[in-house]
Protein backbone atom coordinates (compact mmCIF):
# COMPACT_ATOMS: atom_id res chain seq x y z
CA UNK A 1 0.00 0.00 0.00
CA UNK A 2 1.06 3.59 -0.51
CA UNK A 3 -0.48 7.20 -0.63
CA UNK A 4 -0.06 9.87 -3.15
CA UNK A 5 -1.40 13.63 -2.99
CA UNK A 6 -3.24 14.30 -5.86
CA UNK A 7 -4.75 17.73 -7.18
CA UNK A 8 -8.38 18.72 -8.45
CA UNK A 9 -7.06 17.67 -11.69
CA UNK A 10 -6.11 14.42 -10.80
CA UNK A 11 -1.90 15.02 -12.12
CA UNK A 12 -0.11 13.81 -8.92
CA UNK A 13 1.51 16.31 -6.62
CA UNK A 14 3.65 13.86 -4.40
CA UNK A 15 3.51 10.42 -3.10
CA UNK A 16 4.73 8.20 -0.23
CA UNK A 17 8.33 7.11 -0.49
CA UNK A 18 7.72 3.62 0.89
CA UNK A 19 5.31 0.68 0.43
CA UNK A 20 3.50 0.08 3.38
CA UNK A 21 2.40 -3.27 4.75
CA UNK A 22 -1.24 -2.75 5.56
CA UNK A 23 -4.05 -0.28 4.93
CA UNK A 24 -3.83 0.85 8.15
CA UNK A 25 -0.12 1.79 8.49
CA UNK A 26 -0.18 3.29 5.37
CA UNK A 27 -2.87 5.95 6.69
CA UNK A 28 -1.16 6.25 9.93
CA UNK A 29 1.66 7.56 7.89
CA UNK A 30 -0.55 10.34 6.25
CA UNK A 31 -2.54 11.13 9.59
CA UNK A 32 1.71 11.44 10.69
CA UNK A 33 2.21 13.76 7.51
CA UNK A 34 -0.72 15.86 8.00
CA UNK A 35 -0.50 16.41 11.92
CA UNK A 36 3.52 17.28 11.94
CA UNK A 37 3.20 18.87 8.15
CA UNK A 38 5.05 22.41 10.20
CA UNK A 39 7.59 20.58 11.10
CA UNK A 40 9.11 18.80 8.14
CA UNK A 41 12.41 19.91 6.36
CA UNK A 42 12.21 20.08 2.48
CA UNK A 43 15.18 19.13 0.75
CA UNK A 44 15.59 19.99 -3.33
CA UNK A 45 18.35 18.12 -4.87
CA UNK A 46 20.06 17.71 -8.74
CA UNK A 47 21.46 14.64 -9.57
CA UNK A 48 24.17 15.16 -12.07
CA UNK A 49 23.25 14.27 -15.72
CA UNK A 50 24.90 11.16 -17.90
CA UNK A 51 27.54 13.56 -18.98
CA UNK A 52 28.06 15.06 -15.94
CA UNK A 53 28.45 18.24 -16.52
CA UNK A 54 27.48 21.59 -14.70
CA UNK A 55 23.37 22.10 -15.49
CA UNK A 56 23.04 18.81 -16.95
CA UNK A 57 20.93 16.96 -13.99
CA UNK A 58 17.38 16.60 -13.03
CA UNK A 59 15.94 18.18 -10.37
CA UNK A 60 13.75 16.43 -7.41
CA UNK A 61 12.78 17.27 -3.97
CA UNK A 62 11.47 15.38 -1.06
CA UNK A 63 10.24 15.70 3.04
CA UNK A 64 11.63 14.75 6.14
CA UNK A 65 10.45 14.59 9.44
CA UNK A 66 12.15 13.17 12.53
CA UNK A 67 15.19 12.43 9.98
CA UNK A 68 13.50 10.08 7.60
CA UNK A 69 11.61 10.85 4.50
CA UNK A 70 7.67 10.99 3.95
CA UNK A 71 7.45 12.47 1.02
CA UNK A 72 8.76 12.72 -2.73
CA UNK A 73 8.40 14.77 -6.10
CA UNK A 74 6.38 12.21 -8.49
CA UNK A 75 8.86 12.91 -11.07
CA UNK A 76 12.11 15.51 -11.69
CA UNK A 77 12.24 18.57 -13.09
CA UNK A 78 14.94 20.45 -15.44
CA UNK A 79 14.65 23.63 -13.42
CA UNK A 80 15.18 24.13 -9.56
CA UNK A 81 12.43 26.75 -10.02
CA UNK A 82 9.76 24.47 -11.53
CA UNK A 83 10.88 22.14 -8.52
CA UNK A 84 10.21 24.54 -6.13
CA UNK A 85 7.18 25.50 -7.39
CA UNK A 86 6.08 21.84 -7.46
CA UNK A 87 6.70 21.43 -3.45
CA UNK A 88 5.19 24.81 -2.95
CA UNK A 89 2.06 22.86 -4.83
CA UNK A 90 2.12 20.24 -2.87
CA UNK A 91 2.65 21.84 0.35
CA UNK A 92 -0.42 23.90 -0.49
CA UNK A 93 -2.27 20.79 -1.38
CA UNK A 94 -1.60 19.18 1.25
CA UNK A 95 -2.54 21.35 3.93
CA UNK A 96 -6.53 21.66 2.60
CA UNK A 97 -6.67 17.82 1.38
CA UNK A 98 -9.13 15.57 2.24
CA UNK A 99 -8.42 11.65 2.78
CA UNK A 100 -10.51 9.47 0.84
CA UNK A 101 -11.43 6.16 2.60
CA UNK A 102 -10.51 3.02 1.65
CA UNK A 103 -8.01 1.67 -1.48
CA UNK A 104 -7.97 2.83 -4.88
CA UNK A 105 -6.77 0.84 -7.39
CA UNK A 106 -4.87 2.55 -10.32
CA UNK A 107 -3.61 1.96 -13.83
CA UNK A 108 -0.97 4.31 -15.54
CA UNK A 109 -3.59 5.33 -18.77
CA UNK A 110 -2.58 8.31 -19.95
CA UNK A 111 -5.17 11.08 -20.79
CA UNK A 112 -7.97 9.71 -18.39
CA UNK A 113 -9.96 11.65 -16.57
CA UNK A 114 -11.67 10.02 -13.85
CA UNK A 115 -15.39 11.15 -13.30
CA UNK A 116 -16.33 12.63 -10.19
CA UNK A 117 -12.98 14.01 -9.66
CA UNK A 118 -14.14 16.90 -7.45
CA UNK A 119 -12.40 20.53 -7.01
CA UNK A 120 -10.72 19.98 -3.79
CA UNK A 121 -7.30 18.23 -3.72
CA UNK A 122 -7.35 14.74 -1.75
CA UNK A 123 -4.98 12.32 -0.70
CA UNK A 124 -5.94 8.79 -1.93
CA UNK A 125 -4.48 5.43 -0.83
CA UNK A 126 -3.38 3.14 -3.72
CA UNK A 127 -2.71 -0.70 -3.42
CA UNK A 128 -1.84 -3.52 -5.66
CA UNK A 129 0.87 -3.61 -8.75
CA UNK A 130 4.44 -2.28 -8.91
CA UNK A 131 4.71 1.86 -7.97
Given at each position: ?8 N?H??G ?24 Q ?22 Q ?14 FR??R ?13 A ?8 T ?13 G??P ?7 G??
Amino acid sequence: MTWRLVGANNHELGRSPHVHHSLGACCAAVERLRARAEQVTALVVMFPGAGGGAGTGAWTWQLTLDEHCVAVAVRTFRRQRECRHSLQLFLSAAAEAQVVAGVTYTRRLRGLRLPGAGDAPGLAVRGGGPL
